[in-house]
Every structure is written in C-alpha cells, then in structure tokens.
C-alpha cells in the first residue's frame, strides 16, 4: 500500500510540475507582448520556464523511479501470495487425502459387520 501510495504521490508532483512549467510559458508569453516588452520581465519569465522545465523531468524521473519500484514489490507481493496459497492448497489436498485413507479403513471394518459374507 506504502509503494502505491508513494507512486500516487510522485505522479500527483509530476502533474503540478506540468501545470506550474504551463502557467510559467502562458506567463512569459504575455511578457513578451507587452508593448514595448520589458527586458527585464522577459528575462525573468524565461528563467523561471527553464526551471519549471528542470522539475519536470525531475519528477518525471522521481516518478519513473517510484513507480519501478512499485511493479518489483506488486510483483514479490503476488509471487508471495502464490506461494502461500500453493501451500494451502497442498495442505489441503494432504488433509483430505488423510480423511479419505481413514474413511476407507472405518468402511473396510464395518463392512463385514454389515454385510456379513454369505455361506
């Protein structure tokens, strides 16, 4: 639950990151169409797009990371959940085969008791 929460949360950055490099773009676009444009603002929308654009593919990455390591632990958790309901099954059959050796040996006695053989 832990990795696909942590994967959730890494996704949900990755997706404000995308959103924050969008409002920095629409940003520098208005900057630019200031008559006359200010240098100045200019400058200072393009380096905040270069680093919304930086943590875009910093999450990205985290979020590739994360969710890696999410499909190897859903992946030992299904592994371990076969394996258990293997042994289960296996007991199961053993008790059952158990039960019916013990069935067959009560009927084997009582037959006679029964059915007596005739003369």
Same mark, same amino acid.
């Given at each position: 639950k832990e990795a696909i929460k942590g994967r959730e949360n890494a996704l949900l950055s990755h997706h404000a990151a995308l959103i924050n490099r969008d409002e920095k773009k629409v940003k520098l676009?208005? $900057?630019?169409?200031?008559?006359?444009? $200010?240098p100045q603002k200019v400058a #200072?929308?393009?380096t905040e797009l270069q680093q919304a654009?930086? @943590?875009? !593919?910093?999450?990205?990455?985290?979020? #590739?990371? !994360? $969710? #890696?390591i999410t499909r190897k632990e859903m992946f030992r958790f299904q592994n371990e959940k076969a394996k258990h309901f293997q042994s289960i099954a296996i007991q199961y059959v053993k008790i059952n085969v158990e039960?019916?050796?013990?069935?067959?040996? @009560?009927?084997? #006695?009582i037959l006679p008791t029964i059915?007596?053989?005739k003369p």
């Open positions: 676009a208005k $900057s630019k169409q200031l008559d006359p444009p $200010s #200072e929308a393009e654009e930086v @943590e875009v !593919v910093k999450t990205h990455d985290f979020h #590739e990371v !994360v $969710s #890696e039960f019916a050796e013990y069935v067959q040996k @009560e009927w084997t #006695e059915d007596p053989p």
